[in-house]
């Protein structure tokens, strides 16, 4: 079956980094975008970045200089680098497989079928 497993996640300084992965498995991973979204307390799940299986990358405007997504398919495995954080970023992350093969452009929570647990990103002196 399809699993997912964050990891990477802490307590951060503001202007700090972390580096989040995302194990994949039971899926052919490199055949699929692969997302990351983040849902801060009392907010929304959004829209962080995505790449696609062709390793074409999108970012939330948020984020964009920021954050740096990439994939290692022989390591079925997502990364998100986090960098220049900020109380803002504060949140769990969750990476996501896209339910179509071979896609381009999934940016909505809706376009996934498969999540992860998330793991914990929290900003603060």
């Known amino acids: 079956q399809v699993q997912l497993v964050e990891s990477g996640g802490g307590l951060v300084q503001p202007g700090g980094s972390l580096k989040l992965s995302c194990a994949a498995s039971?899926?052919?991973?490199?055949?699929?975008?692969m997302g990351w979204f983040r849902q801060a307390p009392g907010k929304e799940r959004e829209f962080v970045a995505r790449?696609?299986?062709?390793?074409?990358?999108a970012y939330a405007d948020s984020v964009k200089g920021r954050f740096t997504v990439s994939r290692d398919n022989a390591k079925n495995t997502v990364y998100l680098e986090v960098n220049s954080l900020t109380p803002e970023d504060t949140a769990v992350y969750y990476c996501?497989?896209?339910?179509?093969?071979?896609?381009?452009?999934?940016?909505?929570?809706?376009?996934?079928?498969?999540w992860g647990q998330g793991t914990q990103v929290t900003v603060s002196s």
């Open positions: 039971g899926f052919t991973f490199g055949r699929y975008t």
């Open positions: 996501a497989k896209d339910r179509v093969l071979d896609r381009f452009g999934a940016v909505r929570a809706s376009d996934y079928d498969y």
């Open positions: 790449i696609t299986w062709a390793y074409i990358k």
